[in-house]
């Protein structure tokens, strides 16, 4: 919490006037950063379109924006590789109606497009090839332009589609 308030060039009591602790830090820095995300997929969403028209929306959005903010892009996985994550994850997965990857995965379930697997996995199969691919990007590995972008997308979608 020292290295935080420095950061922000506050007193260390000052955080605690908006966090009653590190623990309510985090979960509201995340909270902050998928509203953000959340407001940037809404935008052009495809409601009306396929279920690949969906994922790929969504894919692109969020790569796009992991790429776009190196440090939020890190805190979101660390946060999502820890205990918080894991509540957080669980809690996305059993309550679809709230979430719009599940969703997809729902509707594409129902049309028969969608590989039966259970749905962390399919969770896995869509979100893993995209943090990876954003990371290497970051790193510097290769330059991640719109061409392979899609073919990345593409490739997710072929995990997990019928």
Not at 6 to 21: D, K, L, N, P
Not at 125 to 134: A, D
Request: net charge positive; charged share 25%; proline share 4%.
């Amino acid at each position: 919490m020292a290295m935080v308030a420095e950061r922000a060039g506050v007193a260390a009591g000052t955080i605690y006037r908006y966090f009653e602790s590190k623990d309510a830090l985090i979960m509201g820095t995340y909270a902050d950063l998928e509203g953000r995300l959340l407001k940037k997929v809404k935008e052009d969403f495809p409601e009306q379109g396929t279920v690949r028209e969906k994922f790929h929306h969504l894919a692109r959005v969020l790569v796009t924006q992991w790429i776009s903010s190196p440090v939020q892009f890190r805190f979101l996985e660390q946060f999502h590789n820890s205990p918080y994550g894991a509540a957080r994850r669980r809690e996305k997965m059993l309550d679809g109606n709230k979430d719009i990857c599940a969703g997809i995965f729902a509707e594409g379930l129902e049309q028969k497009l969608i590989k039966e697997l259970p749905l962390p996995m399919l969770f896995a199969l869509f979100f893993g090839p995209l943090v990876y691919v954003s990371r290497d990007h970051i790193l510097g590995f290769f330059t991640l332009d719109g061409a392979l972008l899609n073919q990345a997308i593409d490739s997710c979608w072929s995990a997990v589609k019928r």
